[in-house]
């Protein structure tokens, strides 16, 4: 093992995080010429022989890239609705409140505070159930559409058409594996974020967000790649140095916010740049001969998991 190598293959990983930023505004308008080109390629062609489909019939059957409008779109759902609408309510509207009652009972100081020490939880409530938790909700919704849609333009633009996996059920059955896998990863995470020294427990945390998160921003590559999920982990635990790097922006913007929300607005907000990221980067590889075996536990887990709920199943169901 070579410490050189890894510093080098962190850098890089953290570097090639960050190129979504840069190639976003390019990468539509080159796939969309290309789908022109051919285009109007294949209606030359077709008018030799015989009449045949319009130019714009034609780019009908092959998607335009939305990479640039649904990560502009991310941004103004997560950003400027529902992250606005907090920072608003939490730094402009509640302070303008208290100030009021300052005002009011400024002859009787202890009255405003009593008042403000009941009205502020109030009204925080209130705004939370009317407003944040179903916009909150949607953007989820919305977000993981979006995302998808993002991935897929980026990978058709670069890669050409996806492979994914032989079957939908296996489809399916590989993404509900996944996801499991991921929260007990996440579960892990919190879990050694707990040892009793304090540095320790602290870059053990990070190091688990930061896999995790360069997990879910090239995950849907490898989708598109048909790899399967032990696949996927595997390549992350042998290659950990470039994937730290790559992970390590969005583990750090998990750290801005003690909430929930702020945070998951965050995330939703720059995490499209890095799906594109993910799907431009060529990770370093085989800078390290120490595969960290990190994902071990929770897959070792959720397998067992499953093995039970399948034997309850079976236990349970009677045929008829």
């Known amino acids: 093992m070579k410490i050189t190598g890894i ?151 670069r890669q050409g058409r996806p492979v994914l996996l032989s079957s939908i059920s296996k489809l399916l059955a590989d993404m509900a594996f996944s996801t499991l896998v991921q929260g007990l990863f996440l579960g892990q995470s919190n879990l050694v974020s707990k040892v009793p020294l304090p540095p320790i427990g602290d870059i053990l945390e990070l190091l688990h967000l930061c896999l995790l998160n360069a997990l879910y921003s090239f995950e849907y590559k490898w989708y598109n790649m048909g790899w399967e999920l032990h696949r996927r982990l595997e390549f992350i635990e042998f290659n950990w140095p470039y994937f730290v790097g790559f992970g390590l922006p969005l583990a750090l913007s998990s750290k801005l916010s003690d909430s929930y929300v702020i945070r998951s607005c965050v995330f939703a907000i720059l995490f499209p740049l890095f799906i594109v990221s993910g799907n431009e980067a060529e990770p370093v590889i085989a800078v390290c001969n120490c595969p960290l075996k990190i994902f071990s536990p929770v897959v070792s887990i959720a397998n067992k998991l499953i093995k039970k709920m399948r034997d309850v199943y079976y236990f349970s169901y009677r045929p008829p």
């Open 7 to 157: 510093i080098i293959a962190v850098w890089r990983g953290l570097i090639d995080s960050l190129r979504g930023a840069l190639v976003l505004f390019s990468m539509d308008k080159q796939f969309n010429e290309r789908i022109k080109k051919s285009a109007s390629k294949v209606d030359s062609r077709r008018k030799e022989n015989t009449v045949g489909q319009s130019p714009a019939k034609f780019s009908k059957q092959h998607r335009e890239s939305k990479v640039l409008q649904r990560t502009v779109q991310c941004c103004a759902l997560n950003g400027g609705v529902c992250l606005a609408s907090i920072l608003i309510f939490e730094y402009g509207l509640l302070p303008s409140l208290k100030y009021l009652l300052n005002i009011i009972f400024g002859q009787s100081p202890g009255m405003g505070t009593f008042v403000w020490s009941w009205m502020k939880p109030f009204l925080s409530l209130i705004f939370s159930t009317v407003w944040i938790l179903p916009v909150f909700l949607l953007s989820k919704i919305i977000n993981m559409l979006w995302f998808q849609d993002i991935a897929d333009s980026a990978y058709r633009c």
